[in-house]
């Protein structure tokens, strides 16, 4: 079973643009979360898709978004990118099962943002 | 809001040798999960060991086991038998049981493997 995927691997982008980045979850899975990884905070959660709809969101601000398609395939977006937006945008699956469930999240490769 | 803090930001061990990596937590909740998570050097970030924080029995899996010490919210990872490929920066990480996903990490431990 293919693993967690996320695409571009590697971005660079300059303050004030847009970025689109890609995550598809292992087959099966309906739940994708979305983390920003950065030396100085370290990993902080962004936000939770589950069939379609966000069910848990984190301390970002609002130029960070995301969408869960049909496929359970995600996409987060960030707007007027910022120096500090610079970091490793990791995405997870899991099954996304029953309330309090259990469940194991699988970890994609990552996006490296770098923000110029 | 719960927090989850690794006090020790390096550690190295020799080969075959045992180590402990250390995690506090901070929460009201009663029933949560903890998670160890390991991320080696430029490669995806795998579960290493969890634990159910209303089973008193502490997990292991192979070479590692847990410590799992509910009232003093702590959470350590015993590797026994280091290897090369444990080199890696862990990861401690909390959940809430409600629905939905939501891990809080702690600021997390590079462990280097000696030979």
């Known amino acids: 079973k293919a693993g967690v995927t996320q695409t571009p691997r590697y971005l660079i982008k300059t303050r004030g643009q847009q970025v689109t980045l890609s995550c598809s979850p292992i087959?099966?899975?309906?739940?994708v979360s979305w983390y920003q990884q950065t030396p100085g905070q370290g990993l902080q959660f962004l936000f939770e898709y589950f069939s379609e709809t966000q069910r848990n969101k984190g301390n970002f601000p609002g130029r960070f978004s995301g969408r869960q398609f049909s496929n359970s395939r995600s996409e987060m977006n960030v707007s007027t990118l910022e120096l500090g937006d610079s970091a490793l945008y990791l995405c997870?699956?899991?099954?996304?099962?029953?309330?309090?469930?259990?469940?194991?999240?699988?970890f994609g490769p990552g996006t490296r943002l770098l923000v110029l | 809001a719960q927090t989850v803090t690794q006090s020790q930001p390096e550690m190295s061990v020799q080969e075959a040798e045992t180590v402990t990596l250390s995690c506090t937590y901070d929460?009201?909740?009663?029933?949560?999960?903890l998670f160890w998570y390991k991320q080696p050097p430029s490669r995806q970030m795998i579960l290493v060991i969890r634990q159910e924080a209303y089973k008193q029995q502490n997990a292991t899996e192979n070479r590692f086991s847990v410590n799992f010490q509910k009232a003093a919210k702590s959470f350590s990872l015993k590797i026994s038998d280091s290897q090369l490929g444990d080199t890696a920066m862990y990861f401690c990480?909390?959940?809430?049981?409600?629905?939905?996903?939501?891990?809080?990490f702690g600021a997390g431990t590079i462990l280097r493997v000696k030979s």
């Open positions: 087959s099966g899975h309906r739940s």
């Open positions: 997870a699956s899991s099954l996304g099962g029953l309330a309090g469930a259990f469940e194991t999240q699988y």
């Open positions: 929460t009201s909740e009663n029933n949560y999960y």
């Open positions: 990480a909390f959940m809430k049981m409600e629905y939905g996903n939501k891990l809080v």
